[in-house]
Structures are given as C-alpha cells and as structure tokens.
C-alpha cells in the first residue's frame, strides 16, 4: 500500500509541488547546518557588538534596489592597511612630536544618503595619548573638518550622526543628520541630492612618543545589506533565517512523528488489553481535551523553561492523548476482531508481538497523512511561543525574527522585510505540508478518492 | 486551529456492547448514564483546574519567591524605626522573625503549599475566585470577578461574529459546492485549503503590513479609537472599521478548510444509496438536500457549532496580543507575565466549567437529534 502511495502522488500535482518544497528547505536545512555550525549560528547571534558592528543598523535587503530607482548604499568599509588608503607621510616634527596623515579614499555612486559614517580607532601608547583630526573631503573639493579627538581607548568610535560640535559648527537645522551636509550637493536646498564621486577621508595624527600607533578603520553605512537585512542590533538577519528552517522543521517533524506514534501504540495496548486499561486511556483523553494546551505551554515557558526541547516534550505529552486515540480506537476495535489476529493469538504469539507487529502495521497508511498535516501546525505553535516572547533562549528562529520585528515596531516603521521574509518562510513551510498531507489524506482515504 | 472536529472517513465503532445490555428499563440507564457522565465531567474538570494550580503556582515555587519578598520587606521597613534600631541584635532579629510569622500568616502563606494548593482549588471550584495580586481592572478593583467580567465583552464581540460568520458562510458555501461539485469554485475552494496551515495571528500580521502599515485605511490594532467617538453611531462605526482585519484574519485561516471538510462530509452523504433512492423518486432538490443529507448530518453540525462557539470564550491569547484587542486572551498572557495566579486560576476554572457543560449538553441533544445514538452504550463518548 506504501509502494503505490508513491506511484499515486505523482499523480496529484498539489502533492509534487509540496513535496519539492519539502525537499527544497530539508536541501537549505542540510546546507545551513554544515555551513554555519550550531555554536557559530549562536555566536553570529548572541556574540555582541563586535561580530555585527560593522552592519547598518534597520538595513533593508540588497535586493530592494531592483526595484527602486533611486539606489540605496551598500557599507563600505576599509582599515587602514586597505590598498586604497595613501600613507601621506610619518615625519618627526619635535622632540616628543611626530606627525602621521593618512587619506581613505572611497567611491559613492547611491542615490541616497548612507545611514551614517563611523571610525573607529585603535591607539597604543604610555602617557600622552595621540591625537587625531578627522578632514572630510567631498568630490567637488570642498573640505570639512570633522573632529579633533585625542585616542584614549581601545576602541574609540566617532559616529557623524552623534557629532554634535559638527552640528554646531556647520549651523544646522534641528533634526537634520550631520551625514546629510557630509554628501550632498547642497543641503540648504528643499531637496537635496547625492553628490556622486570619490570622496577622502584625511585622519591628521599627532603623535606624542616614538613607539606611540594608532590604527583606525573608516565604516560607511549603507542602507541595504545581504540578502536579507539586518535587525535592530544590526544583526544580519540572513544567519536566522537559514537557521530557522532546521529548528522549524526538526521541531515539526520530530513533534508530529512523535504524538502520531505515540498515540497509535497508546491506543494499539488500549484496544488489545481492554477492560480497566482502556477505560483509562479513555479517561485520561477526556480529561486532556479539557485542557487548554496554550496557556499550559505559556505557563511552562514563563515558570519553568523557554528551552526549545523542554517545550517539544511538553507539547508531546499534552497532545498524545488527544482527539484522535478516539480515531485510532474505532479502527484498531475492527482489526482486532479481524481473523488473521485470531490465528496469531491462536499460534501463541505474545501481546507485544501482536500489538506491533500484527495491529501497528494496519493502521499506519491513515497515520500518515495527519502526521504531515501535523507538522505545519507545530511548527506554528513554536513560531506562537516565539511571537509571546517566548522562543527559545539562544537559537535563532523565524519566530523569533517575527517577534523581534513586532516589539521593535518594524511594520510602524515600514521595515517590511523585517516581518514579510520570516513569514513568506512560515507560509510556505505550511503551504508544502499541507498540499501534500491533502493529497496523501486523498490517497490513503478511498472514501475522498472517488470525490 | 482547524475546524476538524469531523472525522470524515472513519469507521463506526461495533455497537455489540449496547445490545447485550437491553435488560434494564430505558429510564434507569439514561439515568445512570448522565450521572457517571456528571461524574466524569467534574471529576475532569477538577484534575484540569488542580493542574493549573500547581503549574500557575510552579509547585510552590511562587510561595518561596512570596516569602522572601515579605522577610525584604519586613527587613526595610523595621530598618526606617528607631525604637528598632535600637535595640540588640538578638532581640532585633526575634522580632523580624515575628512580624515576618505575622504577615505569612495574614496571607495564608504559615500552610504548607500542598494544603494551600487544595484550599486554592475548593475556592476555584466553587468559584469564589478572589483578588488579583498584582493586577486591577479598568476601574480599579482588584476582584478578579470584575477583572474577567470587564474582558470579557471584547472577546465575545470578536470571536462570536466571527466564529458565527465562519460557521455559517462555509456551511451554506459547502452546501453549494457540493451540488456542484467539480465546478471552477468548487475547485478554487479545494485548492485554497492548505492556507489554513498557518493560524489567525499569522494572517494578522500580513493584513496590518498590508492595510495599516501600506495603504494606511484601517488601523493597527485595538478596538476602539482614542478618544473614543462620542456618539453611539460613531463608535458602532469605530468599533466596526477595528473588526475587519481580525475577522479577515479569521476567515483567512479558518473559511476554506472549513468549506473544504464540509463539503466532502456532504459529498459522502450525498452518495449514500437513499439519497439516490431520494432522487430516483424525483424528489426536489431542495427536498433530498434538507432530509436527506442535512438531517443525517446535523448532530455533526452541532457539535461543531457548539465547539466553535465554547473557543470563543478563552478567545485568543496570540491573536488578541497581535491585534491588541483588549479581551480575555490577552488578560490572560497579562496575568501570567505578572505572575498573577488567581487571575489564570480564575480565567480556567470558568473556561472548564465552561466546556464541561458543553460537552455534556453535547451528549443529551445528541441522543434527541441522533436516534442512531444508544444512551448508555459505547458510543455515547462523543466528546
């Protein structure tokens, strides 16, 4: 019956499409988990400001630019040891008094502002720490001094948009981005436009001790990044997006595999042993319908764990005795008054072996379709958790972008892709597993073949 | 999340037991069975409150965390009295402990937490639901009899239109459908049934990014506009321009599968022999529709009206937080967040009391509607 199933699915094209699909996110499930390890994934989204500090912030997916005329920026980013970066000389000027330029030249040809301009620095020195002023330099030569700070940290950040002497200086009009003056081609006009070019950056270091260095690194935000954006953290958001389809469909798959047999053996040893067993089988089903499984899995979440495998268990064990034993029961009832289990019992064949192999074996075509049916609404019930605040506390999930993407206000916002590619991943995963569940219900159910 | 309360191709269960037992006098075994039934019902919805308590309380865990919020507090506020500081250490300490004895006390909190867990669960039983801990209602009483009562419109208003627009239009779609079966809608609806994979919230979430994100013409969430309209018109009108994405959410997730599983269950009863027979003697359409097929079918109808109607009450917690609805289901998310355990004991207790009652009614309208249906044999589980 199994062997036809597969011969018959060809014939349904619903059933194809599902299942190509299927395939398609079990290939990008594979691909992910050898490509991007589990604690890389976790690394790439719990590690902090140094693994995504360099992303825009809110940047939409790179793609967006197909269908925009005016072109949003990519980040461009260079340190100082980048090829493009002229070394303009290392002279002593005093005693205790040493002077380095360097100039970052790069090419901007967007349509739109970038979202801001950073550099960071690096200094190492005994006492006196070195000193930099930052020159822009704009296509058309004009120059603006930026900044003159002294490096005392580790990791000095000098971000254009929180420049609030540069602000001043320039006379700008409350609540206009310092980057905008930086690139456009006159920003006292109404409207105004990207001056397309090479622009510099000249860093003037003055150094105060002979083995005193200063590295820097010039990081020019765009507003798209990677095919899939980054978030409020300026993570990219691509890392959970890959790895939301193993964890979906791992979850989906384990969690629905696991009530269907669980309930067919339930109901299997209830039907076989009857009399007190079944009974309370029976009971214990009609008790657990009354049970609302939401608010359970809420409570679980919030007092005792968030874990991802601590919820799959409790799911499991809240939805093995559920409506359908009642199902399984009626069917096992026939098999068992039917002849061939007679003759086994007859022969001396020992409970277990006829519950699994003479019963279990019948009732497994009617199982599947609800199984693969089953899967698209686990795999919602984890990405609902998420959605509450709930998800799992280290990995990266499509709920937990969509949940993410809620708090934040991304839709208020209009940071669409934010909420529409994590969803467009659900949708889909559902959409497969339910076209091919219908057809297999369709193929394992002559009543609905004939319809 | 789907409608599949008919288990449509599933083989009846033998009705061997029922017959041996026609000894005893009808009105004896519908007797004893609504007792056991009774019975059985409470008894469910005693171990379904209980575990609701031991869970909302994380088996006694909150207890600890009460107790040693009550010793912080005792601690500060003897600090702040002179006549305290005063005194000598051991004194001082004794007296902690008796103001910390005093308060346990006045909260109940001196019992051990499994006496307490069985004095919880006879106030919940008997529905003496008592006062939040943490949270008030809109009018600022505490009584969580006042909390849900004042939650609860919202949630019916929501889900009772909706659920009742879902259940009625698929059933007279599904009707029409099956006459017509294999037409281009009949098709349509059948091919646009695996939308009902993904739950209501998630349509939600497509149709704010849609209308009130996109196109701006309905907004985000909520039910009422702030400040609400002042005339009656006006805030019908409001409240109306708040219901359409919700139940367009609801209808997304829940109206094709419903069709779908409606018209295959009436597409098998429609190819039973007496309905041919039915049509054979040239009855009218109409006629074989009404008796044949949809008298057969009704106590499955039933169960499924009654079913639909009972999710209404616990509402939905995701979909009310998504669409910022301010009913029961997300009181209840509030509730747990907040830790406020006599608000989610209160809240389940009347959904089971709620669902038991349902279900029992179930059992009797199914034996009028149903004369199929053996009082007291094996299929009375229809639950």
Redo the contacts between chains.
Sequence with gaps: MLRGAWKEIRHYP?AVIGLVIILIYAAISVYTVIAIPYEEAVRLWRGGEDIWGDNPRLAAPTWYNLFRKKKLPLTIKMDDKHPSVKDLGYQQVDDDLWVHDLEYAFDFQADEFPQDVALFFQAAFQKKAPYVSIVWIRPDGKEIRLEDLSIRGQRQVFLVSQAQRLHKKLRLPEGMDPVVPLFADDYKSENPQVLKGTYKVRLETTLFEADSTINSKLVVYGKVHGWAGTDHLRRDLSVALLWGAPVALSFGLLAATGVSVLTMIIAAVGVWFGGWVDAAI??IT??N????V???L???G???SRSLVVMLLVIVALSIFGASI??N???F??IK?SPYIEAARSYGASDLRIIFFYMIPRIIPTIIPSLVLGI??FV?LE??LA??GLGDPVLPTWGKI?DDA?VNGA??Q?H?YW??LP?FA??IT??A???LG?SLDRIF????R?? | ??EQVM????????QKESQARGGTPTWIRVLRYTAVRIV??F???V??VY??IL??N?GG??DEIRRAQIREHVALMLQNDPTFRALPPEARQKRIEAEVRKAEKRLGLDKPFLVRSFIFLHQALTLDLGRAENMTSDSGSRQVRLIILERLPPTLVLFGTSSMLIFFTSLIISLALSRQ?GSFWDRLFV?L???????G??YG??L??IF???LKILP?GGMISTPPPETTWEYLLDLGKHLILPIAAQMLTSLFISVYSWR?FF??YS?EDYVEVAKAKGLPPRMVERRYILRPTLPTIITSFALSLISVW?GQ??FE??FDWPGLGRT??QA??V?DTAV?VGI?VL??YL??ITVFLLDIIYAIVDPRVDVGGVQS?T?
């Design positions: 619903s029976q009971r009609e008790v319908m009354v049970l609302p939401l608010p359970i809420i409570m679980v919030i007092f005792i009642k199902t029961r009626a069917i009832l026939q008054a698209p609404s919602f990405a609902s959605v509450l969509l809620r839709l208020l209009g669409f909420v529409l969803s659900l949708m559902g959409i597993f339910a076209m219908f159910n002559p009543r609905l004939e319809l | 999340m789907t288990t449509v191709g599933s083989v009846e269960e033998p059985m019902l008894i469910t919805v171990i379904g575990l609701t869970i909302a994380m865990h909150v079966y091919s049934s695996p939308l009902s994979a993904a739950p919230w998630f979430i497509f704010i990014t009130a994100a996109w985000f295959t597409l098998i190819s616990l917690i995701i937080t998504i209840f998310y747990i967040q830790f989610i389940t959904y089971a669902l038991a589980t639950a």
